[in-house]
C-alpha cells in the first residue's frame, strides 16, 4: 500500500500542529521528518494487519488512523504481558537480564509516544536473544522481543534454578556479569547429558565421560557429512528423482 507526498502531507500538518500545541505551525526538518516517519509507522501497522480488510480501499487518513489505534492496543496489550511475566519473572542472577526486563521495560512505557514517534523504542535490548529482531522498530519490536522472552521463561522454569546456574556457572564463572543468553547455555547442558545418557546432575565430569561424549559427537557429525555427501538434494528439489 503506497500513498503519494500530496495525501500524506495532510496528517504530518496535523501532527506538527498537535506537538506545537497550535502555537505555531514551523517545526525543525528534523521534527517534520520524524512526524512523517510516525505517520509511515501507523501506516505499516495496517499493511501488516491479518483481518479481513480491504485496506487497498482506505484513503491514507484512514489508514493512519487505524494504523495509530493499533499501535495503541499494541502498547496497552505488550505493558499487560510485562506486568503478567513480573509475576513469575526470574533473571537467575544475571544482570543484563534482570536490568532489560525488569528496570528497562518500564522506563520504555514511561517514556513511549505513540502519538509523535511510535517508531522508536529507545531500550538497547542488551540482553541477547537467539532470535533477530533488528528489522523491527518501535512497540513492534519490543511486543516480540517480550514475547521470546515469555518462550525463554517457560523454557528456564522447566528446570530448577540449581541447574540452570550450574550450566551457566560452567560457561563462566562470572556468568552473572556477561551479556549471554541463558536458555542456549542450558540447553548446551542438557543435550550433553541426554548424549551421555546421564539422567543426574554431577559436580565433576570424569575423563570417560568426556571421551564418550567426544565420540557420540564424532559420529553424530560424521553421519551428517555422510548424508550430505550422498544425498545433496532432497527428492523434492532434486529433478532427476523428482521426475523417477
Not at 495532510?10 to 526538518?29: A, G
Not at 537480564?97 to 511510535?118: M, N, S, V, W
Not at 563462566?172 to 542438557?190: A, G, I, R, T
Amino acid at each position: 500500500m503506497e500513498y503519494t507526498l500530496a495525501e500524506l502531507l495532510p496528517m504530518v500538518e496535523s501532527l506538527s500542529r498537535k506537538y506545537t500545541r497550535n502555537e505555531s505551525t514551523s517545526i525543525s526538518y528534523e521534527t517534520a521528518q520524524q512526524l512523517m516517519e510516525a505517520v509511515l509507522y501507523c501506516i505499516q501497522e495496517v499493511t501488516n494487519f491479518n483481518g479481513e480488510l480491504p485496506v487497498a480501499a482506505l484513503s491514507a487518513a484512514d489508514a493512519y488512523a487505524l494504523g495509530y489505534a493499533t499501535v495503541l492496543r499494541k502498547t496497552k496489550e505488550t505493558a499487560e504481558r510485562h506486568n503478567l511475566l513480573m509475576e513469575h519473572f526470574s533473571s537467575y542472577g544475571n544482570q543484563a537480564y534482570e536490568e532489560t526486563i525488569a528496570q528497562g521495560f518500564p522506563a520504555f512505557f514511561r517514556r513511549y509516544d505513540p502519538l509523535f514517534a511510535p517508531q522508536e523504542h529507545f531500550l538497547t535490548l542488551d540482553y541477547p536473544l537467539l532470535y533477530p529482531l533488528e528489522a523491527l522498530y518501535g512497540i513492534d519490536r519490543i511486543a516480540a522481543y517480550l514475547e521470546c522472552i515469555e518462550i525463554e521463561q517457560r523454557f528456564l522454569q522447566s528446570f530448577s534454578p540449581e541447574f540452570v546456574c550450574s550450566a551457566l556457572s560452567k560457561h563462566h564463572p562470572q556468568w552473572e556479569e556477561l551479556f549471554l543468553n541463558l536458555p542456549y547455555h542450558v540447553l548446551k547442558k542438557l543435550l550433553c547429558l541426554l548424549l551421555l545418557d546421564i539422567h543426574e546432575e554431577k559436580s565433576r565430569y570424569s575423563d570417560r565421560d568426556y571421551e564418550n561424549l567426544q565420540k557420540k559427537t564424532d559420529r553424530i557429525v560424521k553421519r551428517s557429512i555422510k548424508r550430505t555427501v550422498i544425498f545433496p538434494f532432497t527428492p523434492i528439489s532434486c529433478p532427476i528423482l523428482s521426475q523417477g
